[in-house]
Protein backbone atom coordinates (compact mmCIF):
# COMPACT_ATOMS: atom_id res chain seq x y z
CA UNK A 1 0.00 0.00 0.00
CA UNK A 2 1.52 3.49 -1.27
CA UNK A 3 1.73 6.05 2.11
CA UNK A 4 0.04 8.94 1.54
CA UNK A 5 2.19 12.44 0.78
CA UNK A 6 2.33 15.00 3.47
CA UNK A 7 1.20 18.53 2.22
CA UNK A 8 2.83 21.33 3.51
CA UNK A 9 1.78 24.72 2.48
CA UNK A 10 3.81 27.94 2.74
CA UNK A 11 2.30 31.50 3.26
CA UNK A 12 4.20 34.51 3.63
CA UNK A 13 4.62 38.21 2.55
CA UNK A 14 8.65 37.21 1.67
CA UNK A 15 7.91 38.04 -2.02
CA UNK A 16 10.13 35.73 -3.95
CA UNK A 17 13.39 38.07 -4.68
CA UNK A 18 14.85 37.12 -1.86
CA UNK A 19 15.75 33.73 -0.50
CA UNK A 20 13.89 33.15 2.55
CA UNK A 21 11.16 31.08 0.68
CA UNK A 22 13.83 28.56 -0.56
CA UNK A 23 15.50 28.31 2.55
CA UNK A 24 12.48 27.58 4.40
CA UNK A 25 11.69 24.85 2.14
CA UNK A 26 15.22 23.73 1.94
CA UNK A 27 14.89 23.18 5.97
CA UNK A 28 11.79 21.29 5.88
CA UNK A 29 13.44 18.98 2.77
CA UNK A 30 16.19 18.46 5.51
CA UNK A 31 14.12 16.94 7.73
CA UNK A 32 11.52 15.41 6.03
CA UNK A 33 12.27 14.74 1.90
CA UNK A 34 9.30 12.91 2.00
CA UNK A 35 6.86 15.52 1.74
CA UNK A 36 5.05 18.02 -0.89
CA UNK A 37 5.93 21.67 -0.34
CA UNK A 38 2.61 23.88 -1.59
CA UNK A 39 2.84 27.48 -2.19
CA UNK A 40 -0.44 29.37 -1.48
CA UNK A 41 1.59 32.53 -1.76
CA UNK A 42 4.21 34.85 -1.00
CA UNK A 43 2.60 38.15 -2.17
CA UNK A 44 0.66 39.15 0.93
CA UNK A 45 1.64 42.69 1.27
CA UNK A 46 4.01 43.59 3.64
CA UNK A 47 3.59 43.03 7.74
CA UNK A 48 -0.11 42.72 6.24
CA UNK A 49 -1.89 40.47 9.15
CA UNK A 50 -5.65 40.94 7.80
CA UNK A 51 -4.30 40.31 4.18
CA UNK A 52 -2.54 37.16 5.50
CA UNK A 53 -5.84 35.87 7.12
CA UNK A 54 -8.19 36.85 4.39
CA UNK A 55 -6.01 34.51 2.07
CA UNK A 56 -5.87 31.84 4.32
CA UNK A 57 -9.09 31.97 5.20
CA UNK A 58 -10.49 31.19 1.45
CA UNK A 59 -7.59 28.84 0.55
CA UNK A 60 -7.06 26.29 3.39
CA UNK A 61 -10.00 23.74 3.04
CA UNK A 62 -9.14 23.32 -0.84
CA UNK A 63 -5.93 21.17 0.54
CA UNK A 64 -5.93 17.09 1.76
CA UNK A 65 -7.51 16.78 5.18
CA UNK A 66 -3.89 16.47 7.21
CA UNK A 67 -2.52 19.10 5.42
CA UNK A 68 -0.09 21.36 7.43
CA UNK A 69 -0.91 24.73 6.85
CA UNK A 70 2.20 27.55 7.69
CA UNK A 71 1.75 31.07 7.85
CA UNK A 72 4.44 33.66 8.48
CA UNK A 73 3.28 37.34 8.48
CA UNK A 74 5.16 38.34 10.90
CA UNK A 75 5.91 42.21 12.00
CA UNK A 76 6.54 41.00 15.60
CA UNK A 77 9.42 38.49 14.65
CA UNK A 78 12.01 38.23 17.49
CA UNK A 79 9.47 39.99 19.95
CA UNK A 80 7.70 38.68 22.99
CA UNK A 81 5.27 37.22 20.61
CA UNK A 82 4.60 33.40 20.72
CA UNK A 83 5.12 30.92 18.10
CA UNK A 84 1.59 29.30 17.81
CA UNK A 85 0.56 25.18 16.36
CA UNK A 86 -3.70 25.52 15.74
CA UNK A 87 -5.42 21.72 15.54
CA UNK A 88 -8.60 21.87 13.73
CA UNK A 89 -10.72 19.16 12.60
CA UNK A 90 -8.57 18.33 9.23
CA UNK A 91 -5.45 20.52 9.26
CA UNK A 92 -2.85 22.03 11.28
CA UNK A 93 -1.83 25.50 11.37
CA UNK A 94 1.34 27.14 12.25
CA UNK A 95 1.67 31.07 12.92
CA UNK A 96 3.00 33.59 14.96
CA UNK A 97 0.37 35.06 17.72
CA UNK A 98 -0.62 37.81 16.02
CA UNK A 99 -4.52 37.11 15.15
CA UNK A 100 -3.68 35.60 11.62
CA UNK A 101 -5.61 32.65 12.25
CA UNK A 102 -8.66 34.59 13.94
CA UNK A 103 -10.76 32.67 11.58
CA UNK A 104 -10.36 29.46 13.26
CA UNK A 105 -10.84 30.16 16.31
CA UNK A 106 -14.38 31.22 15.16
CA UNK A 107 -15.06 28.83 12.59
CA UNK A 108 -13.18 25.72 13.07
CA UNK A 109 -14.73 23.19 15.32
CA UNK A 110 -12.48 21.95 18.23
CA UNK A 111 -9.80 23.84 17.85
CA UNK A 112 -7.13 23.71 20.10
CA UNK A 113 -4.44 26.08 20.63
CA UNK A 114 -0.84 25.29 21.57
CA UNK A 115 2.21 27.26 21.94
CA UNK A 116 5.25 25.97 20.44
CA UNK A 117 7.88 25.47 23.09
CA UNK A 118 9.85 22.35 22.80
CA UNK A 119 12.76 23.92 21.65
CA UNK A 120 14.77 20.56 20.46
CA UNK A 121 11.94 20.59 17.41
CA UNK A 122 13.86 24.27 16.39
CA UNK A 123 16.55 25.17 13.89
CA UNK A 124 19.88 25.86 16.07
CA UNK A 125 20.80 28.97 17.12
CA UNK A 126 17.79 30.13 16.58
CA UNK A 127 17.17 33.67 14.86
CA UNK A 128 15.43 36.91 16.36
CA UNK A 129 14.88 37.81 12.58
CA UNK A 130 13.75 34.19 10.65
CA UNK A 131 11.81 32.43 12.87
CA UNK A 132 10.30 31.05 9.61
CA UNK A 133 13.34 28.96 8.84
CA UNK A 134 14.71 28.37 12.80
CA UNK A 135 11.31 27.75 14.23
CA UNK A 136 8.44 27.22 11.64
CA UNK A 137 9.52 24.91 9.15
CA UNK A 138 11.14 22.65 11.10
CA UNK A 139 8.54 22.28 13.62
CA UNK A 140 6.66 21.53 10.43
CA UNK A 141 8.63 19.30 8.97
CA UNK A 142 8.50 17.46 12.42
CA UNK A 143 4.63 17.32 12.41
CA UNK A 144 4.96 15.94 9.27
CA UNK A 145 7.14 12.98 9.88
CA UNK A 146 4.86 11.94 12.58
CA UNK A 147 5.50 13.81 15.95
CA UNK A 148 1.86 14.37 17.54
CA UNK A 149 0.79 17.74 18.24
CA UNK A 150 1.16 17.39 22.01
CA UNK A 151 4.70 17.17 21.81
CA UNK A 152 5.45 20.79 20.91
CA UNK A 153 4.08 22.45 23.54
CA UNK A 154 0.94 23.17 26.25
CA UNK A 155 -3.18 24.52 25.35
CA UNK A 156 -3.40 27.52 25.57
CA UNK A 157 -6.53 29.97 25.81
CA UNK A 158 -5.07 33.77 26.25
CA UNK A 159 -4.12 34.05 22.10
CA UNK A 160 -4.59 36.94 20.27
CA UNK A 161 -7.12 38.10 18.02
CA UNK A 162 -7.82 40.35 15.17
CA UNK A 163 -11.19 42.88 15.20
CA UNK A 164 -12.86 41.27 13.02
CA UNK A 165 -15.67 43.96 11.74
CA UNK A 166 -18.83 42.67 11.85
CA UNK A 167 -21.58 42.92 9.37
CA UNK A 168 -24.51 44.69 10.37
CA UNK A 169 -27.90 43.40 9.04
CA UNK A 170 -31.40 45.03 8.65
CA UNK A 171 -34.52 44.70 6.14
CA UNK A 172 -33.04 46.61 3.88
CA UNK A 173 -29.00 47.23 4.26
CA UNK A 174 -26.06 45.55 5.25
CA UNK A 175 -23.76 47.90 6.76
CA UNK A 176 -19.54 45.38 5.76
CA UNK A 177 -16.06 46.38 4.85
CA UNK A 178 -13.90 45.72 1.53
CA UNK A 179 -11.47 43.11 2.81
CA UNK A 180 -9.21 42.51 0.09
CA UNK A 181 -8.31 44.10 -3.26
CA UNK A 182 -6.85 41.48 -5.61
CA UNK A 183 -4.25 42.22 -8.56
CA UNK A 184 -6.86 43.03 -10.48
CA UNK A 185 -8.17 45.79 -8.58
CA UNK A 186 -11.13 44.23 -7.34
CA UNK A 187 -12.90 44.94 -4.42
CA UNK A 188 -13.70 41.98 -2.18
CA UNK A 189 -15.80 42.61 0.99
CA UNK A 190 -16.86 40.44 3.90
CA UNK A 191 -20.46 40.26 2.75
CA UNK A 192 -21.62 36.71 1.72
CA UNK A 193 -24.35 35.69 -1.17
CA UNK A 194 -26.07 33.79 2.23
CA UNK A 195 -26.30 37.41 3.80
CA UNK A 196 -27.52 38.73 0.39
CA UNK A 197 -30.02 35.82 -0.07
CA UNK A 198 -31.60 36.37 3.99
CA UNK A 199 -32.49 40.12 3.00
CA UNK A 200 -32.84 40.44 -0.77
CA UNK A 201 -34.61 37.24 -1.72
CA UNK A 202 -33.91 36.40 -5.43
CA UNK A 203 -34.93 39.10 -7.41
CA UNK A 204 -33.83 41.88 -5.27
CA UNK A 205 -31.79 44.98 -6.49
CA UNK A 206 -28.89 45.85 -5.11
CA UNK A 207 -26.77 48.82 -5.17
CA UNK A 208 -23.19 49.42 -2.77
CA UNK A 209 -22.29 52.98 -1.54
CA UNK A 210 -19.00 53.36 -0.34
CA UNK A 211 -16.98 57.04 0.35
CA UNK A 212 -19.56 58.92 -2.12
CA UNK A 213 -19.23 55.83 -4.84
CA UNK A 214 -22.58 54.17 -5.91
CA UNK A 215 -22.07 50.93 -7.53
CA UNK A 216 -25.33 49.17 -9.38
CA UNK A 217 -25.78 46.08 -11.11
CA UNK A 218 -25.43 42.61 -10.40
CA UNK A 219 -23.80 40.38 -13.03
CA UNK A 220 -23.28 36.78 -13.72
CA UNK A 221 -20.16 36.96 -15.28
CA UNK A 222 -17.26 39.59 -15.54
CA UNK A 223 -18.03 39.60 -19.26
CA UNK A 224 -21.18 40.55 -18.89
CA UNK A 225 -20.74 43.88 -17.53
CA UNK A 226 -20.15 45.81 -21.16
CA UNK A 227 -21.08 49.48 -19.44
CA UNK A 228 -17.40 50.30 -18.67
CA UNK A 229 -18.77 50.91 -15.52
CA UNK A 230 -18.13 49.16 -12.09
CA UNK A 231 -20.29 46.21 -11.02
CA UNK A 232 -21.23 43.98 -8.39
CA UNK A 233 -20.73 40.02 -8.98
CA UNK A 234 -20.81 37.50 -6.38
CA UNK A 235 -17.33 35.47 -6.76
CA UNK A 236 -15.77 31.88 -6.47
CA UNK A 237 -15.77 32.04 -2.70
CA UNK A 238 -19.46 33.46 -2.37
CA UNK A 239 -18.33 36.85 -1.32
CA UNK A 240 -19.44 40.22 -3.01
CA UNK A 241 -17.17 41.54 -5.30
CA UNK A 242 -16.66 45.18 -6.95
CA UNK A 243 -15.51 44.72 -10.29
CA UNK A 244 -14.92 46.80 -13.68
CA UNK A 245 -14.68 44.36 -16.58
CA UNK A 246 -10.76 44.67 -17.67
CA UNK A 247 -10.65 47.46 -15.68
CA UNK A 248 -9.43 48.13 -12.02
CA UNK A 249 -12.25 49.34 -9.63
CA UNK A 250 -9.40 50.31 -7.31
CA UNK A 251 -8.09 52.66 -9.99
CA UNK A 252 -10.96 54.16 -10.61
CA UNK A 253 -12.68 54.84 -7.47
CA UNK A 254 -9.67 55.45 -4.94
CA UNK A 255 -11.67 52.83 -2.71
CA UNK A 256 -9.60 50.34 -0.69
CA UNK A 257 -9.30 47.69 2.02
CA UNK A 258 -10.75 48.32 5.21
CA UNK A 259 -13.39 50.64 3.75
CA UNK A 260 -16.75 50.21 5.57
CA UNK A 261 -19.47 49.53 2.28
CA UNK A 262 -23.27 49.89 2.84
CA UNK A 263 -25.19 47.59 0.61
CA UNK A 264 -28.73 48.90 0.13
CA UNK A 265 -31.72 46.51 -0.97
CA UNK A 266 -34.40 47.44 -3.56
CA UNK A 267 -32.06 49.82 -5.26
CA UNK A 268 -32.15 50.33 -8.78
Request: hydrophobic share 35%; net charge negative; with cysteine.
Amino acid sequence: MTEKTQVITLTTDFGCKDSFVGIMKGVILSIQPNVKIVDITHEVERHNIEEALYTLTYSYAYFPAGTIHVVVVDPGVGSGRRPLLVQGEQYLFLAPDNGVLSFLYDEENKCTVRVIESDHYFRKPVSQTFHGRDIFAPVAAWLGKGIKPENVGPVISDYSRLNIPQLLISDQCIRGEILYVDRFGNLITNIQKRHLDSVAGEKGEIAVECKGVTVRGLYASYADNTTGLPGIIINSFDLLEIFCYKGSVQETTGLQRGDRIQVCLGKK
